[in-house]
């Protein structure tokens, strides 16, 4: 007899699904019982660690991501995370146990109370079989529905008593050839549009985000960008970096206050943006979005994206396909080369170090093939001081919620392993998942975790300053033991005094066998 457990399973494989992160309780045990060989289980120790390593590995795969969780309490306990899968259109399947279909109705310990609701709106969509049959059927859904653009996650919420029941083998045999194509992309006539408005500018510019980091749109922004001669910006607090960082068409990160980007726009008289939302602000701003002068163009898949904008021409459809598209029939300019950036000498003198001399050593210790998970709040505005060179290279939590850096570094190593992995972290944001050392010490993960500790919560002592509030011993965090916390959960640790210190210890990361963590002081 064929399982519903056996035809899920079955689902799982049809739709790419590689590995399977989670923190299981009482109400998922039936479905551990039939985890195959070939589907590995990476367990966390809480729930926003498994989300964020299921993202991590998604986003770094091209593959849907698949987490298992507890009932309500730990899906709720995933949902800090969740705000950053969901932001960053990453495609992930979240499941979590429902209580004995019995026990349901008369509100039972551990009930998933009105779970289609629970995870509203951070969910494309989200389901519960009315029959033990209709498991698998409404996974395949959810997978199609995460992976079809705009992706996101979707939630699934499965009653523990239906994993041994018999499966509807008819369905199985359906569901097991099904597939959707779901990348629209734009018209011819939305090509020539963007061409032609880059053809007749007098002063344009490129901007892109995170849905430009794919390997072909990351070289055909490359390849437009040196064609038309265009200065290139990343979009405002961008989660990825779609855009060599040493080019010589490179400008730099765009600003996230309202006025501040108006103003680096002001410079031009068209903008094309590709793969981002127009804009991500951050920074408080009153002042207006946009300058008399400028005009942008911008394509994305997230149809919401593109209404919610306060300006511009908003096209639908694939970012990395209309970029390859609009940088084959753009015409050559020769108007002169954009301005290189001028990236200023950092004060190299100890014992606590600047960021921006933190990130120049840690740049000197790694490498062109080398990811970063930067959650590291003190070098938002300074992280393109690292050399990128290759799409997929730079991974930052999509929605700003911290504790997803830690643990996505370890999903996207075991998604890359012939690519070294650095974590960038902050002590503070260290601080919402470090049990995510202990899945990276379990299964030996490579992952080098940098933490820079400054005993405090710095960012939000520059939004103080910016909202003239007065600081206080709330953002104090000093005497935490970064260092005790790593070696606890199994972690090779070591502390760098000196700049060439932690840059000698990141040169020899590629060769590392384990997770290591090493703490450097900062201003």
Known sequence: MTTVSDAFYGVLRHHGVEAVFG???????????????????????????????ADGFAQASGTPGFVNLHAAAGTGNSMGCMTNTQSAHTPVVVMAGQQARRYVPVGALLTNVDPIKLTDPLVKWAGEPLRA????????????????????????????????????????????????????????????????????????????????????GFEAAVALAERARLPVWIAPSAPRCPFPTRHRCYQGLLPSAAGAVA????????VVCFGAPVFRYHVTSNEDFLQPGTTVYAVTDDPDEAARAPFGHIFVGDASDALVRVAGAAAASERPWPA?????????????????????????????????????TSADMARDRLGIARAHSL??????????????AIGL????????????????????????????????????????????????????????????????????????IARGYGLEVHRAETLEDLTEYLKKGPEATGPRLVEILQR
């Open 263 to 270: 103003k680096v726009l002001a410079r031009y008289d068209t």
């Open 413 to 484: 190593k075991l998604a890359c392993p012939d690519r070294p992995l650095v974590a960038l972290l902050g002590d503070g944001a260290m601080q919402y998942t470090p049990s995510g050392l202990w899945t990276a010490a379990r299964h030996n993960v490579p992952v080098t975790f940098v933490v820079c500790t400054n005993d405090r919560y710095r960012a939000l002592e520059e939004f103080a300053d910016i909202l003239r509030v007065p600081k206080g011993d709330y953002l104090d965090i000093s005497d935490i033991g970064v260092l005790d």
């Open 23 to 53: 923190n299981p309780g009482s109400n998922e045990l039936s479905f551990l019982t039939g985890l195959p060989d070939d589907i590995p289980y990476y367990l966390a120790l809480q729930e926003g660690a498994a989300i964020a390593m």
């Open 340 to 376: 290189p950036r001028t990236i200023t000498e950092a004060d190299t003198s100890g014992p606590r170090f600047t960021v921006e001399a933190i990130l120049d050593a840690i740049d000197r210790g790694t490498s062109d093939d080398t990811v970063f998970a930067l959650e590291w």
């Open 395 to 408: 991974f930052y939590p999509a929605s700003g919620g911290l504790g997803w850096g830690l643990p996505a």
């Open 133 to 216: 049959q209709d498991g698998p059927a409404l996974v395949s859904k959810g997978l199609m529905l995460a992976n079809s653009a705009p992706r996101g996650v979707v939630y699934l919420s499965v009653p523990l008593d239906d994993w041994t029941e018999a499966a509807d083998e008819n369905a199985l045999t359906h569901l097991l050839k099904r597939a959707v194509d779901g990348s629209p992309v734009v018209s011819p006539q939305t090509v020539d549009a963007l061409v032609s408005a880059l053809d007749s500018a007098s002063g344009p510019a490129l901007v892109v985000g995170p849905g430009a980091d794919t390997e072909e």
